[in-house]
């Protein structure tokens, strides 16, 4: 809490202390901050602990904490990274113990007993929750040698692969016990969000072997794009939500990654569509932009809508706030470095300038209540990812291409760069997977 300099406890990592630091680890090291990052790397070794009994979300866990300490491990070679990050994953494995392997969404480190969130559609598990293990699990088994972890995310990868898929969309819920779907919501922002995203990048981490990973996602763009994909009235592109066949013509902050998301996969695309795909990230970062833009603090909502006139602002005052979210900047970098079209890098300095101007307070940078309002109201909170994600992407998005090239690294969800797998490495069951 930067203005009141307490510690924040979010109940989403139970009692475990530290996400801060462990978010941070790889952002340290990129930046050469390497006093700050021994000192890190000495909290992690006396302090960082996993023994609590609380309950825990296993995705957030999973991105913040394995893959920061994964990323930490493969930057610096430190053997105290790798062990916690094995430690870690280890003790999230009981997840899995449901009747189709799709985890529960909370796990009791402790006692190993998981449950879904109640307000999920009857019991379900969250498709952005279970599908966003991949890149991190598949890591595990790679530095550990055991191929538990990378058994459990195939398998989810299976059950998937069999169900049907309404009009080719995946539903943001499905049920652990019965393998079915619950509520037909579809969603590329929040509940849905990384699921697609882990999918290109898990065939791009494979060194493009996983052709699996690969049809699934660009199976899943040309569903989205067909019946999720939608230009307003002046022209702006943006991905609205379909909820049983409807469509809610919201689109949230989470959402404005995809961007990124589309230009990143540009490559791989049918060779008639890689055109056509860069220019879709272009057009989804012009409408986040434009959210942006259309703010008094030139900081983006959290989300914004098109309908009633409306176009990229947020018309519901619990959709006004910024909580120093990355996935806007995000997008940037990744058009910046795929087209080195200089606007990138203007509109990213606009970013920096409107976070220097209201979201620095004496003890860090908090979030912000109502963009759209003259003066600042603060939350005190500084979320871990602003320091993983948020100024991981801006400072990648100004220095050289060189400095962690899309060649050699894919960033999880969280920011957190993971070596490509090479396919000599590893043994012959690494690269049938």
Same mark, same amino acid.
């Given at each position: 809490?930067?203005?009141?300099?307490?510690?924040?406890?979010?109940?989403?990592?139970?009692?475990?202390?530290?996400? *801060?630091?462990?978010?941070?680890?790889? *952002?340290?090291?990129?930046?050469?901050?390497?006093?700050?990052?021994?000192?890190?790397?000495?909290?992690?070794?006396?302090?960082? #602990?996993?023994?609590?009994?609380?309950?825990?979300?296993?995705?957030?866990?999973?991105?913040?904490?394995?893959?920061?300490?994964?990323?930490?491990?493969?930057?610096?070679?430190?053997?105290?990274?790798?062990? /916690?990050?094995?430690?870690?994953?280890?003790?999230?494995?009981?997840?899995?113990? $449901?009747?189709?392997?799709?985890?529960?969404?909370?796990?009791?480190?402790?006692?190993?007993?998981?449950?879904? =969130?109640?307000?999920?559609?009857?019991?379900?598990?969250?498709?952005?929750?279970?599908? $966003?293990?991949?890149?991190?699990?598949?890591?595990?088994?790679?530095?550990?040698?055991?191929?538990?972890?990378?058994?459990?995310?195939?398998?989810?990868?299976?059950?998937?692969?069999?169900?049907?898929?309404? %009009?080719?969309?995946?539903?943001?819920?499905?049920?652990?016990?019965? @393998?079915?779907?619950?509520?037909?919501?579809?969603?590329?922002?929040?509940?849905? #969000?990384?699921?697609?995203?882990?999918?290109?990048?898990? =065939?791009?981490?494979?060194?493009? $072997?996983?052709?699996?990973?690969?049809?699934?996602?660009?199976?899943?763009?040309?569903?989205?794009?067909?019946?999720?994909?939608?230009?307003?009235?002046?022209?702006? *592109?943006?991905?609205?939500? =379909?909820?049983?066949?409807?469509?809610?013509?919201?689109?949230?902050?989470?959402?404005?990654?995809?961007?990124?998301?589309?230009?990143?996969?540009?490559? @791989?695309?049918?060779? #008639?569509?890689? @055109?056509?795909?860069?220019?879709?990230?272009? %057009?989804?970062?012009?409408?986040?932009?434009?959210?942006?833009?259309?703010?008094?603090?030139?900081?983006?909502?959290?989300? !914004?809508?098109?309908?009633?006139?409306?176009?990229?602002?947020?018309?519901?005052?619990?959709? /006004?706030?910024?909580?120093?979210?990355?996935?806007?900047?995000?997008?940037?970098?990744?058009?910046?470095?795929? $087209?080195?079209?200089?606007?990138?890098?203007?509109?990213?300095?606009?970013?920096?300038?409107?976070?220097?101007?209201?979201?620095?307070?004496?003890?860090?940078?908090?979030?912000?209540?109502?963009?759209?309002?003259?003066?600042?109201?603060?939350?005190?909170?500084?979320?871990?990812? !602003?320091?993983?994600?948020?100024?991981?992407?801006?400072?990648?998005?100004?220095?050289?291409?060189?400095?962690?090239?899309?060649?050699? =690294?894919?960033?999880? *969800?969280?920011?957190?760069?993971?070596?490509?797998?090479?396919?000599? #490495?590893?043994?012959?069951?690494?690269?049938?997977?």
């Amino acid at each position: 809490k930067p203005i009141s300099k307490q510690g924040h406890s979010s109940n989403l990592f139970g009692n475990i202390q530290g996400a *801060t630091i462990v978010d941070a680890l790889d *952002t340290l090291y990129i930046m050469e901050m390497k006093e700050e990052f021994k000192e890190a790397k000495e909290w992690v070794e006396k302090n960082l #602990d996993f023994n609590v009994n609380a309950e825990i979300s296993v995705f957030e866990v999973n991105i913040r904490f394995v893959g920061g300490l994964l990323s930490a491990y493969y930057l610096s070679g430190e053997e105290i990274f790798r062990k /916690k990050a094995v430690e870690l994953g280890e003790k999230l494995l009981p997840a899995f113990n $449901t009747p189709t392997g799709i985890p529960w969404a909370l796990l009791n480190i402790k006692s190993g007993i998981g449950r879904n =969130w109640p307000w999920a559609s009857g019991g379900s598990s969250i498709l952005a929750e279970f599908g $966003t293990l991949h890149l991190e699990f598949v890591h595990l088994s790679h530095l550990s040698g055991n191929p538990v972890f990378a058994e459990k995310v195939m398998n989810i990868r299976k059950v998937l692969s069999r169900l049907d898929k309404p %009009e080719g969309l995946y539903p943001n819920y499905l049920n652990p016990s019965s @393998g079915q779907w619950g509520q037909h919501h579809v969603s590329i922002g929040g509940l849905g #969000d990384s699921f697609y995203e882990y999918l290109l990048k898990a =065939w791009l981490m494979s060194d493009k $072997t996983d052709e699996e990973g690969k049809k699934m996602y660009y199976d899943a763009v040309q569903a989205i794009e067909t019946h999720l994909i939608r230009k307003s009235s002046s022209g702006l *592109t943006y991905i609205a939500e =379909w909820k049983g066949g409807l469509l809610e013509h919201k689109m949230g902050h989470l959402t404005c990654f995809a961007g990124g998301m589309f230009a990143l996969g540009a490559d @791989g695309a049918p060779s #008639d569509k890689t @055109g056509h795909h860069i220019e879709l990230g272009a %057009e989804i970062a012009r409408t986040c932009h434009e959210s942006y833009d259309r703010t008094s603090m030139k900081l983006g909502p959290e989300a !914004f809508r098109f309908d009633g006139g409306v176009e990229a602002i947020a018309t519901r005052q619990n959709e /006004k706030y910024y909580i120093l979210r990355p996935e806007v900047i995000e997008t940037y970098m990744y058009m910046w470095r795929l $087209t080195h079209d200089p606007k990138y890098r203007q509109w990213a300095w606009e970013a920096v300038e409107a976070l220097e101007k209201h979201c620095r307070v004496d003890g860090g940078y908090s979030g912000i209540r109502d963009v759209y309002s003259n003066h600042e109201s603060h939350d005190d909170v500084q979320q871990s990812f !602003f320091l993983s994600e948020t100024l991981k992407y801006l400072y990648l998005l100004f220095s050289d291409d060189d400095l962690l090239p899309f060649e050699h =690294w894919v960033f999880n *969800t969280e920011a957190h760069p993971f070596p490509i797998l090479r396919k000599e #490495d590893g043994s012959k069951e690494e690269k049938e997977k």
